[in-house]
């Protein structure tokens, strides 16, 4: 488990500062409540880098090319009113296997724009009929 920020300046400030009691190794790790080889790594990180931030991280690689993420982009661009769903059925018959939810990534870090799909289907003429008949029905009239 990483070891909190504070931890790590009260490590070197416990072991290296002119105004702290200067303690070894052993001695810091029991009063900050950590082991000696972790002492010993922020030390060592403390010296060589002269910081006791976290070290950046590698990225997951990406499914698609910076080509085709351009291909989303313009699949995007091209129609007003489309969905994240049918960039990745488009990209499906090119052969670009990709989900829905990365085309929404994709488009929000291009700043694209996307509509979301309907969650309810529209009424149907079934449906539209039906809603008159009970409307003339259940009229008041004044």
């Not at 029991?30 to 010296?47: D, E, F, G, I």
């Not at 070290?55 to 129609?79: F, G, M, W, Y």
């Not at 700043?111 to 008041?140: D, I």
Request: glycine share 0%.
């Amino acid at each position: 488990m990483a070891i909190l920020v504070d931890k790590r300046y009260e490590i070197v400030f416990l072991s290296n500062h002119p105004l702290s009691p200067q303690l070894n190794h052993t001695d810091v790790a029991k009063a900050v409540h950590c082991s000696p080889s972790t002492v010993k790594y922020w030390l060592k990180r403390c010296m060589q880098f002269k910081t006791l931030s976290d070290s950046t991280r590698s990225d997951r690689p990406r499914r698609t090319t910076p080509k085709q993420n351009q291909r989303v982009i313009l699949l995007a661009e091209e129609q007003t009113f489309v969905t994240a769903q049918d960039i990745a059925s488009k990209l499906k018959l090119q052969q670009v296997v990709v989900s829905d939810r990365t085309v929404q990534r994709h488009l929000n870090e291009a700043g694209a724009k996307y509509n979301r799909p309907m969650s309810k289907p529209l009424l149907t003429e079934h449906h539209r009929q039906s809603r008159l008949k009970w409307a003339q029905h259940h009229k008041v009239t004044n």
